[in-house]
Every structure is written in structure tokens, then in C-alpha cells.
Nanobody
């Protein structure tokens, strides 16, 4: 069992930055790829970014490429999402998730086994 707790969300203005954190329980954190997803009101869950277990490979949605950076600290069982140049369309609840498939990085939510409770990010115009 893996438990994930996101933090770092908030209300910011267009162009601001935020860093989201996802703290994971369990000794096997460093074994698995991790991902960030988001869900805006009335929208489906959307892939944002993913990272392999060592951090060697990262993968981004086109909508955030060049603005967001995913990273991880395996010593502290934490994955991060640095979000720069935020836009109103980035407003959503952001979730981190664990991918135990050992197949690399995935944008498919069905690949992920465990999810956090989410943290709200609101970007005002």
C-alpha cells in the first residue's frame, strides 16, 4: 500500500509560480515511476507530467512543456512539480500518482495504481 499526500497548491496570479509536492509513504517509492495529473471543473482528468524511478526520463503534456518541471527526491520519498508562468487555464485540482507497471512513463491514468487526494491550484487573470 502506498499513500500519497499533495501540498503546495494555492491562489496565484497569471505569470506566477508554484511548486507542488507529493510525499509518499512506503519503502518502495524509488522503484516506481510517478505522475502528475489535473482535473479542472467540468473536465476529464488530464495528464500533466511523469518521471521514471531514477528521474532520468521525464514526459510532459504539450500544454505545460517548457513551463512545468517534474522532479523527485528518492531519499525523501517526494516528487515535485515546479510550475512557472502559470495561466488561468492551469486552474485545476492537481493529483500525484504511482505507476507500478515498471514500463517507463505513461500518460494513461489507467496505468497508475495509487492516487493522492489532490491540491487545488487557482490562477487568476
Amino acid at each position: 500500500q502506498v499513500q500519497l499526500v499533495e501540498s503546495g497548491g494555492g491562489l496565484v496570479q497569471t505569470g506566477d509560480s508554484l511548486r507542488l509536492s507529493c510525499a509518499a509513504s512506503g519503502r518502495t517509492f524509488s522503484t516506481y515511476s510517478m505522475g502528475w495529473f489535473r482535473r479542472a471543473p467540468t473536465e476529464d482528468r488530464e495528464f500533466v507530467a511523469a518521471i521514471t524511478e531514477t528521474g532520468a526520463i521525464t514526459y510532459y503534456a504539450d500544454s505545460v512543456k517548457g513551463r512545468f518541471t517534474i522532479s523527485r527526491d528518492n531519499a525523501n520519498n517526494t516528487v515535485y512539480l515546479q510550475m512557472n508562468s502559470l495561466k488561468p487555464e492551469d486552474t485545476a485540482v492537481y493529483y500525484c500518482a504511482v505507476d507500478r507497471s515498471l514500463l517507463g512513463v505513461s500518460r494513461r491514468p489507467q496505468t497508475y495504481d495509487y492516487w493522492g487526494q489532490g491540491t487545488q491550484v487557482t490562477v487568476s487573470s
